[in-house]
C-alpha cells in the first residue's frame, strides 16, 4: 500500500465529482494543518521558525500564527486573558472567549489559508482549551467538545507536535524569560493536571499525536521534531 495514504498530513486531492458530497469539505482543508502544543516553556514558541523552516525547505508554503491569537480581535482576547491580571474570568467565560478567538482565527486565516493549499502551524490551539480550561481548571470535557464541534465542524490538525517537559523544568526556563501572565501565576497541581491531560490526548489519538521529549537540548528537539515531521509528511520512518 501506498504508505502516504496512511499519513497524517499527506492527503490525496479530492476527486471534483457531483458523486462525492465530501468534496467542498475535503477543498476546504486541502493544505496541512499543524499544531504545536505543550506546557508552559516548553519551547513552542522557540521551535516555531525551525518547523517552519523544515516546511519551506520541503515544498510548502507556510502560514504561521498562534492562539490565543491570530487576528486582531484574537490578540484583543490574548491580552485580556493573559495579561489583565485585575480581572476575574472564571473558567467558563475563559473556555467560551478561546473559542470566540477562535472562531474568528479559523474564518478569516486558518480555513482561506488551508484553502489555499498552504500548510498552517500554529503555537496552540484546541488541545491546549482541554488541557488548560478542561485539566487545568476543570471545565466539563463535553462542554469544550461541544464547542469544538460548533465552531470547527469536522476541522481536526492533521498533525499535533506535542512539546513535553517535566512541569519545573518549563516553569523555570518560562521565568527566566518575561513578567508571569495569567496562566503562569497559577500553582505546580494546575500545571502537572494540564501536562496529564496533554499526554492523555495523545494517547487517545496516536495517529495525530507526535510527543517530543522537550526536556532535551534544543538541537535534540530539533532532531525529534524533523523526525516527527517526516514521518507525518511521507509516511515512513527515518
Ligand atoms: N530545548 C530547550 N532547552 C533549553 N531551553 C529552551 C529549550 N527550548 C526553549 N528554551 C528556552 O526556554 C524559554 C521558553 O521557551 P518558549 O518561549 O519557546 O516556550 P513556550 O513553549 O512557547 O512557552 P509558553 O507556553 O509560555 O508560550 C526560552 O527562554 C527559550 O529560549
Ligand atoms: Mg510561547
Same mark, same amino acid.
Given at each position: 500500500?501506498?504508505?502516504?495514504?496512511?499519513?497524517?498530513?499527506?492527503?490525496?486531492?479530492?476527486?471534483?465529482s457531483?458523486?462525492?458530497?465530501?468534496?467542498?469539505?475535503?477543498?476546504?482543508?486541502?493544505?496541512?494543518?499543524?499544531?504545536?502544543?505543550?506546557?508552559?516553556?516548553a519551547?513552542?514558541?522557540?521551535?516555531?521558525?525551525? %518547523?517552519?523552516?523544515?516546511?519551506?525547505?520541503?515544498?510548502?508554503?507556510?502560514?504561521?500564527?498562534?492562539?490565543?491569537?491570530?487576528?486582531?480581535?484574537?490578540?484583543?482576547?490574548?491580552?485580556?486573558?493573559?495579561?489583565?491580571?485585575?480581572?476575574?474570568?472564571?473558567?467558563?467565560?475563559?473556555?467560551?472567549?478561546?473559542?470566540?478567538?477562535?472562531?474568528?482565527?479559523?474564518?478569516?486565516? %486558518?480555513?482561506?489559508?488551508?484553502?489555499?493549499?498552504?500548510?498552517?502551524?500554529?503555537?496552540?490551539?484546541t488541545?491546549?482549551?482541554?488541557?488548560?480550561?478542561?485539566?487545568?481548571?476543570?471545565v466539563?470535557?463535553?462542554? %469544550?467538545?461541544?464547542?469544538?464541534?460548533?465552531?470547527?465542524?469536522?476541522?481536526?490538525?492533521?498533525?499535533?507536535?506535542?512539546?513535553?517537559?517535566?512541569?519545573?523544568?518549563?516553569?523555570?526556563?518560562?521565568?527566566?524569560?518575561?513578567?508571569?501572565?495569567?496562566?503562569?501565576?497559577?500553582?505546580?497541581?494546575?500545571f502537572?493536571?494540564?501536562?496529564?491531560?496533554?499526554?492523555?490526548?495523545?494517547?487517545?489519538?496516536?495517529?495525530?499525536?507526535?510527543? %517530543?521529549?522537550?526536556?532535551?537540548?534544543?538541537?535534540?528537539?530539533?532532531?525529534?521534531?524533523?523526525?516527527?515531521?517526516?514521518?507525518?509528511?511521507?509516511g515512513?520512518?527515518?
Amino acid at each position: 500500500m501506498d504508505a502516504r495514504a496512511t499519513s497524517p498530513v499527506t492527503r490525496r486531492a479530492p476527486v471534483r465529482s457531483a458523486e462525492n458530497p465530501a468534496f467542498e469539505r475535503e477543498a476546504m482543508a486541502s493544505g496541512q494543518f499543524i499544531t504545536l502544543e505543550g506546557g508552559e516553556g516548553a519551547g513552542k514558541s522557540t521551535m516555531l521558525a525551525f %518547523i517552519e523552516t523544515w516546511l519551506r525547505d520541503h515544498g510548502h508554503r507556510v502560514l504561521v500564527t498562534r492562539e490565543p491569537g491570530g487576528t486582531e480581535l484574537g490578540e484583543r482576547v490574548r491580552e485580556l486573558l493573559l495579561h489583565r491580571h485585575e480581572l476575574e474570568i472564571s473558567p467558563e467565560t475563559e473556555a467560551l472567549l478561546m473559542f470566540a478567538a477562535r472562531a474568528e482565527h479559523l474564518q478569516r486565516v %486558518i480555513r482561506p489559508a488551508l484553502h489555499a493549499g498552504t500548510t498552517v502551524v500554529c503555537d496552540r490551539f484546541t488541545d491546549a482549551t482541554y488541557a488548560y480550561q478542561g485539566g487545568g481548571r476543570g471545565v466539563a470535557r463535553e462542554r %469544550i467538545a461541544a464547542l469544538e464541534q460548533w465552531v470547527q465542524g469536522e476541522l481536526r490538525p492533521d498533525l499535533t507536535l506535542l512539546l513535553d517537559v517535566p512541569v519545573a523544568l518549563g516553569l523555570g526556563r518560562a521565568g527566566n524569560r518575561s513578567q508571569p501572565d495569567r496562566f503562569e501565576r497559577e500553582q505546580q497541581g494546575f500545571f502537572e493536571r494540564v501536562r496529564a491531560c496533554y499526554l492523555e490526548r495523545a494517547v487517545l489519538e496516536p495517529g495525530r499525536f507526535k510527543v %517530543i521529549d522537550a526536556s532535551r537540548p534544543p538541537v535534540e528537539v530539533q532532531s525529534q521534531l524533523a523526525r516527527a515531521l517526516h514521518e507525518a509528511v511521507h509516511g515512513e520512518k527515518v
